[in-house]
């Protein structure tokens, strides 16, 4: 099944090679206008998922990534059409310098051609990820969780049908039935079809994916995100950040998993935060010197400053410094997103320097790190690594280049 699947893919990739540019914009706007047809039929087999998923005693928190509503299916309407609105970096011709041979060589911006997408219950990466591909003209095949399944089938069930009457060739989009993991693992191998995989998930799926691929994988990392607080900071301001990077939604990858506070002011702001966490019941792992101020803190354990949650759970350390600040995440964190509360310009500055993380922030939420918030569009996902692209992806992360070179007869 697979290899038929990655043929037909390598198929459509050859000829998406030359697709015009009002070809894919009529595909996406297709693909946006039969969203909104259908939002009731989407719905429909949304509840199937969402009924499965309770049944089996599903985490609330993640409960909200597998859920569509009229709303969010407006929005992923609507974030396909800012896609089609993107300037498209395909066919884009940079250098053109001209050799002292008479030689005139420059780049030009290309599709990967087959992209791979391995993800867990979110069914709007289902649409994210197909229409920030078919705009890079790269053909796609998803291989979404058990969870979404029926929400998965009917999105690309109607997609495939609005790009077949814009003209797309057969095989452009295609999703993966079979969510079992020996099928998964096979994915991973298809290397004589796939030209790069980007799984989207947490932390199990993606070491999965990064033991077992045979193909070229695009890591988009976990995040166990920080927020510090240092000993200038505005206090009440410091606070609603914290709060939104916390609670807005605590299942995404962007959320802050742990709380760094100066012991200068921990005794201060702690409780500040303590107080505002509570309408959310927020389990506090805290260190020793967290627990001597909040009654309410567990003590956390080194696993703790680790783990990214995806839930109403948050570990909490009192440093002693910005130093301290800077060593602690360089250690625990996963290179996703960072954020310092202060006044202070100078260690603002070493903050962003000094951190090892796709994105810094100074004085706002992680929750930022997300490609519609970047003006990308959408995202195909967000990488922690630091080869071929970093941070959230948008449709310049599904290109590379070639050289172009013009002559005039020359020989070596």
Not at 5 to 10: D, E, F, L, R
Not at 75 to 102: C, F, H, S, W
Request: charged share 20%; aromatic share 6%; glycine share 8%.
């Amino acid at each position: 099944m697979l290899q038929e699947m990655g043929k037909k893919a390598k198929e459509a990739s050859l000829i998406l090679l030359s697709i015009s540019a009002q070809t894919k914009s009529n595909g996406l706007l297709a693909i946006a206008q039969a969203l909104r047809k259908y939002n009731d039929l989407i719905l429909e087999e949304n509840k199937k998922d969402i009924n499965a998923f309770m049944q089996k005693g599903g985490k609330a928190s993640l409960l909200d990534r597998l859920t569509l509503t009229p709303q969010r299916i407006e929005a992923m309407a609507a974030g396909v059409e800012k896609v089609e609105q993107l300037p498209d970096p395909v066919g884009q011709v940079t250098g053109m310098i001209k050799r002292p041979n008479g030689l005139v060589i420059g780049t030009k911006r290309v599709p990967l051609g087959v992209i791979g997408i391995i993800y867990e219950a979110r069914p709007n990466v289902t649409v994210d990820a197909a229409v920030l591909c078919l705009k890079t003209a790269n053909a796609c095949i998803l291989r979404g969780g058990s969870e979404a399944i029926y929400s998965n089938t009917i999105l690309v069930k109607i997609m495939n049908e609005a790009l077949e009457s814009a003209g797309f060739p057969a095989g452009s989009l295609q999703l993966v039935h079979d969510t079992s993991r020996e099928t998964a693992r096979e994915f991973m191998r298809l290397s004589s079809y796939l030209d790069v995989l980007i799984p989207r998930g947490g932390k199990g799926l993606i070491a999965s994916v990064v033991e077992n691929a045979t193909v070229p994988v695009i890591e988009t990392g976990t995040g166990n995100c920080h927020i510090y607080i240092e000993k200038s900071a505005n206090l009440a301001m410091a606070t609603n950040i914290f709060i939104n990077a916390k609670t807005s939604r605590p299942s995404v990858c962007n959320a802050a998993e742990s709380l760094l506070v100066d012991e200068s002011i921990a005794a201060e702001v702690l409780p500040m935060i303590s107080h505002a966490l509570q309408p959310y019941n927020v389990e506090i792992r805290g260190c020793v010197k967290t627990c001597s101020l909040l009654p309410e803190a567990i003590p956390a354990n080194e696993e703790d400053f680790y783990t990214e949650y995806n839930d109403y759970i948050v570990s909490v350390r009192v440093v002693r410094n910005i130093d301290e600040a800077i060593q602690h995440i360089n250690q625990y964190g996963t290179g996703h997103s960072e954020a310092i509360v202060t006044t202070d310009y100078a260690v603002a500055n070493r903050f962003l320097d000094e951190i090892d993380a796709a994105a810094v922030y100074v004085n706002a939420s992680t929750r930022f790190t997300d490609g519609e918030e970047f003006g990308y569009g959408a995202e195909i996902g967000i990488s922690t690594q630091k080869l071929h692209a970093r941070g959230p992806m948008g449709l310049t992360a599904l290109t590379s280049t070639k050289h172009i070179i013009y002559g005039n007869g020359q020989i070596r």
